[in-house]
């Protein structure tokens, strides 16, 4: 056993051995009590972005990929179709994912001096789970967009 | 604090948005994970990013702990003239790491 995981540890990179714990840890995480908790907060965290507005869909394009090897680092690229003018612009996007501990991922404040509205980052996700980005326009209307990305190593730990 | 790199365009058009790519290194400990010794490792990531253009702001980020470690954002802005680009990032303790960037327009 002891040398079967040195092995296995000398074989690895060391980001590999640590998306691979993290993801034990959301396997203990992910039951029962706590999984009740983190679908809760998700909803918190969606109606502290949205207030009491219902938002639309569309404007807003969420580009990643299907299915995410490694969860610790999940590209991700925003759109909004808006013309970035003084007129018409994109506030704020924010951006959830609804299966992580803390689904709060990023906010991003925009201007017209952002000239567009397209924003990439790399983000961490627990498991297969949604992302979900809310757009909001100048005009305080809202847009939104959601797209489900299989994970196939978590990546909360890493 | 951090080491930061910064990519843009050499020179960019009047009037025309350009993307300015952005990479820091930082562990953006989640706060989630047990170390070695089995405890919780506090929580520390960068969670403010801001860029201005001769002092305005052109975009800013409020970032948590499910953004990947080493932060990558990538945004766009536009410029009608040259000028100072700053880049700063902020950690949960209120350390800062800033980059400066001249940028030329032209036309």
């Known amino acids: 056993m002891t040398s079967n995981r ?5 074989g690895a990179t060391r980001r590999q051995v640590l998306a691979g ?88 404040h925009l201007n017209p001096k952002s000239g567009k509205a397209e924003v990439s980052t790399r983000i961490r996700l627990a498991k297969t789970q949604n992302v979900v980005a809310v757009a909001e326009l100048s005009d305080k209307s809202l847009w939104t967009a959601k797209k489900e990305i299989k994970v196939t190593i978590g990546g909360c730990g890493g | 604090m951090a080491e930061a790199r910064v990519k843009l365009p050499d020179k960019v058009k009047k009037g025309e948005p350009f993307e300015i790519k952005t990479l820091v290194s930082h562990p953006m400990e989640t706060g989630q994970r047990k170390g070695a010794d089995g405890k919780i490792v506090p929580r520390m990531i960068i969670n403010k990013f801001v860029a201005r253009l001769n002092g305005e702001e052109v975009f800013s980020a409020d970032l948590a702990p499910a953004i990947s470690a080493n932060p990558y954002l990538s945004f766009f802005t536009v410029a009608n003239a040259g000028g100072k680009l700053e880049f700063e990032w902020i950690d949960d303790q209120g350390q800062k790491s800033a980059y400066t960037a001249e940028l030329k327009v032209e036309g």
């Open chain 1, 6 to 10: 040195t092995e296995y540890r000398r």
């Open chain 1, 21 to 108: 714990a993290g993801a034990l840890t959301l396997i203990g995480a992910s039951t029962g009590r706590a999984r009740a908790q983190a679908t809760g907060d998700f909803a918190a965290a969606l109606k502290k972005t949205l207030g009491e507005a219902q938002p639309k869909e569309g404007k807003v394009a969420i580009k990643a990929p299907e299915i995410a090897e490694n969860g610790a680092t999940v590209p991700i690229t925003l759109t909004v179709d808006a013309p970035m003018t003084p007129a018409s612009y994109v506030s704020r996007i924010t951006l959830l994912a609804d299966g992580n501990p803390n689904p709060e991922v990023a906010v991003f």
